[in-house]
């Protein structure tokens, strides 16, 4: 079923009945309007059965039976989408939620452990962000978890997953599982300090049978780069994104530019190479990092000035151990030039696009799921406002409220 068809069904369930008990009515808040980078002053917003159902000037009436919270002047944005992570349990994906992140595109994990997330989530059984699934990583070694999910693909269990007949079979294999996205590997992974970043993994050509297998059910691929020989060739393929980026040339920036290739450059996890503590710390890592990070942030800046399109994420696991939140990747945006207004379309509107989920998410309009965050300050005004969210909620329930709120009004 789909959202539009479930929100249809929500009016008409209004229409026939004036109280609704699912409603909430959020007072005196301050609507962040990230399409047009300006603030709504005073505004209600009214949400039935987790979706926006309007937004008005001043204080409108209320349903007897729903929820009225004060936001007295607080900032009321969309919840944000974290377009690559790797949450590995439903414990490490509720504290992305808790963070503000709504929704997230999975970016590879074992055992298909976000296709079972997305069901539950979309179930309501679980509170966790919307999620797009992914699955393994299509790369020359996979995951080890591949041939226990995939007994079939055994054939390749020796060779590995190259040339065409080994990476359609990966790919229609994950496929049938229901993934929303394809990930491959085009050069080596930065995570690991026995591997080179820079070194391309996969021919044009075998890039090509990816997207091509992908493209034939309606699923894009997200390509992991650092090096320009891989990225271009994925860019060249047909990919819908290239994730981090890092060595990218002016050039293959110009062409995914022209291509509308979107850019997830994951700058604040390049970072926490660098630093003790968080998702990495070992001392190769921690070099490989301090020359990695001004190289991944000059690329970004380029790519503003060139116009691709940039989405925000933060290639988290969002683990106990983690200390990358996605505000920290809206920071690195914005000092790469990117103004506070492009750095929340990044994680709201861009990313929804990328993620194919803009007709449900993504923005604060009548009749999209109720995704939202509060904040105490403007982000507009200072894009470190979203590091302190006080509020979440997700499809129309409020699962996150930190600091004193008054008692909540119920309306009779
Ligand atoms: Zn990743």
Redesign the pocket.
Known sequence: MTHRFVFLLALAAAVASPVSGQELVLVNAKVVDVDAGSVRPEATVTVRDGHIVSIEAGSGPALAGATVIDLRGMYLAPGLIDA?V?VGSTEQARRALESGVTTVRS??VSHYVDVGMRELQRRGALDLPEMRATGYHVRPDPAPGLFLDHPDLAPFMAGGIRGPEAIRAMAEAMLNRGVDFLKVNATERAGVPTTDPRKQLYSEAELRVLVETGAARGIGVMA?AHGDAGARAAVAAGVRSI?HGTYLSPRTLAMMAERGTFLVP?IAIVRDLTIPGGDYDNALLAIRGRHMLPRVREMARNAHQAGVRIVAAT?TGYGPESTTTLAHELIELVDVGLSPAEALRAATTTAAELLGVEDHTGRIRPGLDADLIVLERDPLAAIDAVQDVLMVISDGRVVVRRGDWPEDRPVS
């Open positions: 690559h790797h970016a590879g992991h994730e994951t290639d």
